[in-house]
Every structure is written in structure tokens, then in C-alpha cells.
């Protein structure tokens, strides 16, 4: 094996230990609190399913007989929910494809919950679709939860026939991260322990009343709840998982953020090539804010594919690997792809940008 070989493998190694690393001390955290842990599950299920999915597939080719060891039960699920980061890059058919996604979910939702009551001017009341916020902003609902979990009739299941799927599922995960992580040093609690589930509230809406409210009045539901799926990734990332200061939680916080960001700017401006001239000048307004900002152009640059790619994917590309090293911040990586920052910079640029572009699609949604 030559050294820029064993370099790129032993890079792909350390990221992913960091990352199911964090995801073990999330996962340590839901067990010391198992009745708060629903809802943080909910937002954290598609990245562990893209960190187990992709380092699996990574450990296929640098590590064949380490990655027979950690075969894993559920592919098609976990390989689903990893899609679902991706957002509307996650379908062959783009926008199409996760609209046709949301859809299912959501006439699902309407056709058991909706028109049931036995007193029909009752039916008024009822309702479909439940939100949670923390500390007043949206985290999760229970269509974007489907859709994330990669089960897209999770909403309108019987409770304990996805209760059991969703325990099957979270067992694997569970299982596969334990068997990486189990001899790596601890690096102590997750974002959970700084959480305060008082401020975790739920709610139940009407969603075809609801989202005539959100966004633009132009949108259809599925873009709708689309847009947000983006709001909840944000939001999550900026008020639940930005409470961890844990510098060993660092590298993996700021690679989530970036992925997130590079794929719902991406995102936005598939949305705004297609739909743009139907929205009124207050949505056109905030998708201008956010697309044109500096900090979307440098996350959207065009070595900025590469960069998203080798978070996502562990391996280096090879020509970049000659400006790689082991004692380097973030493995000289962002240097590599940003010439003018380092970890430090691009990762603060980042996290500010994640504050930014959740606040304006939260004002956005407010219509």
C-alpha cells in the first residue's frame, strides 16, 4: 500500500470513529433520560443512518474483513433515511421525487386521522399533522419525522406495530456503533445532558389549514412540508445540538452543519429556478437573502462538492491527499478545499451561517 494510500485510510478511519463516536454519546444520553428521547431521535435518525451507512461502505473497500464484522440488519431502512439529508438532492428526480415522498405522507395522515368522528360538525377540530418546538422553534412534525426516519407511514401506523419497527431499527444502530466505538476512549455526555425538555412542546394541527399559512400561499402542501423539513433540520442543528461545547464533539458538529447547509441551499435554489415566479416578492425576498449571502457562496463553491463529498463519504479524494496530514487541524481538510480558512474560521463561518439561514426560514414561514 503506498503512503498517500495509507494517509486516505487512515483519515476515512478517524472520521469515522469521531462521528459514530458522537453518535454514541447522543445514544448514551437517550438512555440515561428514555422518556425525553422521542423527539431528539426523531432529528438525529437520518444522520446516524448516513454515518452508519456511509462508513460501512467506506469500510468495504479500506477495511473488507472489519466491515464483514459489522454487517448490519435493516439496509433499505437506514440506507432511505440517509437519503432524506440530502433533501431534495436525495431523489434521481430531484424536488419531484421528495414531493411524491411528502405527498404519501401526507394524504396518509388525512385519510386515518382526518373525517372520523362520529359527530360530523365535530370534524372541524380534528386534526393531522403534530409539531414539536424547543424554546419556541420547530424541530420536528410528525410527516417531516417520516420522512427522516425513512418509514413513510410511520404517522399513520398502528403505535405498536412502529413501535417495533422503530426499536428494530434503533437497536441496529445502536449495535453497529457500539461494536466501532466500544474500545475508543469515552469523551463524556452528548448535547442531551444540556437540554431542557421543559421547553420541548408539542402541538396538533389541521394541516391543510395550517399550511396555507406557511411560507407562501402559493406553495402546495408538499413544498410546504418540505420547506419545513429544511426549517427543523436547521433549527435542530442551531438550538438542541449547538448546546454541546464538547471539542471532541466539534468535527462532527461542523460537518453536519455544513452537509445541511450545502444541501438545503442547494435545495432552495432548485426551489427558486422552479417556483420563483410564482411566489410573491416577500418569499422572493427571503430566498435572495439567503442565497446571495457570502457564506452561501462560499459553502456552494464549486470545490465545495468535493469538500461535502469527503464529509459524507470519509475518503479523500486522491488529489488532495498530497496536502493532507495526521497532525494537521481537521487533517489540513478545509485547507485543502478553502485556501483562505482553517478549521477554526470555516467552522465558526459555518455555524454562524446555520443561525442565519434558520432564522430567515423561520421568519419566512411566518408568512
Not at 97 to 123: M, Q
Not at 227 to 245: E, G, I
Request: hydrophobic content about 40%; overall charge neutral; proline content about 3%.
Amino acid at each position: 500500500m503506498s503512503a498517500s494510500t495509507s494517509l486516505k485510510h487512515e483519515i476515512a478511519n478517524r472520521l469515522i470513529e469521531s462521528d459514530l463516536m458522537f453518535s454514541r454519546r447522543f445514544l448514551e444520553g437517550g438512555l440515561t433520560d428514555q422518556g425525553n428521547t422521542v423527539i431528539p431521535t426523531f432529528c438525529m435518525n437520518n444522520y446516524l443512518s448516513l454515518f452508519i451507512y456511509e462508513s460501512h461502505r467506506t469500510l468495504k473497500v479500506i477495511d473488507p474483513q472489519r466491515a464483514a464484522l459489522l454487517a448490519y440488519n435493516h439496509e433499505a431502512v437506514i440506507e432511505k433515511a440517509r437519503h432524506s439529508v440530502k433533501m431534495f438532492d436525495g431523489s434521481k428526480a430531484g424536488h419531484v421525487g421528495v414531493l411524491g415522498e411528502f405527498s404519501g405522507i401526507i394524504d396518509a395522515g388525512r385519510e386515518k386521522y382526518l373525517n372520523n368522528t362520529w359527530f360530523p360538525p365535530a370534524r372541524v377540530l380534528e386534526t393531522d399533522l403534530g409539531e414539536w418546538r424547543y424554546r419556541g422553534r420547530l424541530v420536528s412534525t410528525t410527516q417531516v419525522a417520516s420522512f427522516f426516519m425513512g418509514i413513510p407511514t410511520m404517522a399513520v401506523s398502528d403505535i405498536p406495530a412502529i413501535g417495533q419497527v422503530l426499536l428494530a431499527v434503533a437497536e441496529t444502530q445502536a449495535r453497529y456503533i457500539d461494536q466501532v466505538t466500544r474500545s475508543l476512549p469515552w469523551h463524556g455526555s452528548s448535547f442531551m445532558a444540556a437540554m431542557s425538555f421543559s421547553e420541548l412542546k408539542s402541538r396538533d394541527r389541521r394541516s391543510e389549514r395550517y399550511f396555507k399559512h406557511l411560507f407562501d400561499a402559493a406553495l402546495s402542501d408538499e413544498l410546504a412540508a418540505s420547506l419545513s423539513a429544511f426549517q427543523c433540520s436547521l433549527n435542530f442543528l442551531d438550538v438542541m445540538v449547538a448546546a454541546d461545547q464538547n471539542a471532541a464533539s466539534a468535527e462532527t458538529i461542523f460537518k453536519l452543519r455544513f452537509i445541511t447547509l450545502y444541501h438545503v441551499l442547494s435545495s432552495l435554489t432548485e426551489l427558486k429556478a422552479e417556483y420563483g415566479s410564482k411566489l410573491d416578492n416577500a418569499s422572493l425576498s427571503f430566498l435572495d437573502t439567503i442565497l446571495t449571502h457570502r457564506a452561501s457562496a462560499v459553502i456552494m463553491h464549486t470545490d465545495g462538492r468535493g469538500f461535502r463529498n469527503t464529509l459524507v463519504h470519509y475518503t479523500p479524494e486522491k488529489r488532495v491527499v498530497a496536502q493532507l496530514s495526521l497532525s494537521a487541524s481537521y487533517y489540513g481538510l478545509v485547507e485543502a478545499y478553502y485556501p483562505a480558512y482553517d478549521f477554526p474560521t470555516l467552522s465558526q463561518e459555518v455555524s454562524d451561517h446555520t443561525t442565519r439561514v434558520a432564522t430567515l426560514l423561520n421568519e419566512w414561514a411566518k408568512g
